[in-house]
């Protein structure tokens, strides 16, 4: 009997000891947090950092503030430091644990997630039909040539470059009812959501999808395009002649230009891919 209160006695005992360390490490990780102040770094190890200079950083805050008013749950995390926490694994691509021991951050990796959770939300419910937009009056359109004009005059009613990337993801379960893992698989090894991207010379993203899982190829993206279907019928129905600019995983269409493989010196071809 002596004994197994004995045992009983050291379980209580490491047991009181791990809460206070545990209390202890959290007071300390607040301090350093409250005490931190991001906007305090130099200012190109806060762009290594964040991939935003620090005035577009806090537009971007000030723009999704009114959104994140209430608290995280169990946290005291200020708003500055939800958002600068889910830009640093949005630019780095990181673990998540990582992303939390990166000084001036000090978060716990549940707290990296709820913050990775929260912006995502916000940006895509509040911000992304703001900023992605693609240009549909004669004004917009006009600007976006001018841009491509200036980098190649002979690049005319030029509305943007297209491309896609994968962009990595945990693998789904095999047995998912709508998104099993084997679509996911990309050729380059990896399970991902390969993402077509349409930007700007001003690198302002014009359009967006990422919807479809890695395997599937750019140009079977392209095809379902809500993007390819406004160039479409504008061309077929107004002759309005206005072009993307692709690589060689596309195909060649009247509103869709990529380099011709496999040119003959001194050839037609040859100096449209040139002028490309």
Sequence with gaps: MAYLDG???????????????ILQNNRIQRQ?????N????????FLKLFRLDKQTTLDFIDSIRDHMAQPLKGSKVPVHLRVLT???????????????L???????QPTVSRCIAEVSDVITRFLLNRWVKWPRTDDEKNSVKRGFRLLEPRLHNMLGVIDCTHIKIIAPSEEHPVHPAGPYYCRKG????????IADTNRIIRAINARFPGSVHDAAIWSMSA???ILQNNFVQRNDENYLLGDSGYPLEPWLLVR???VIPGSPEENFNATL
């Design 32 to 36: 350093m947090r409250d005490a931190s």
């Design 260 to 262: 011709y493989p496999h």
């Design 86 to 100: 889910a830009m640093h694994f949005f630019g780095h691509g990181s673990y998540q644990t990582g992303t939390g």
């Design 7 to 21: 045992i009983l006695h050291l379980f209580i005992v490491n047991h009181d000891e791990n809460s206070q360390r």
């Design 38 to 45: 991001p906007f305090h770094l130099p200012d190109r190890l």
């Design 227 to 229: 993007v390819k279907r």
């Design 190 to 197: 990896y399970y991902s959501i390969n993402t077509q991207i």
């Design 102 to 108: 990166q000084h001036p951050l000090v978060v716990s």
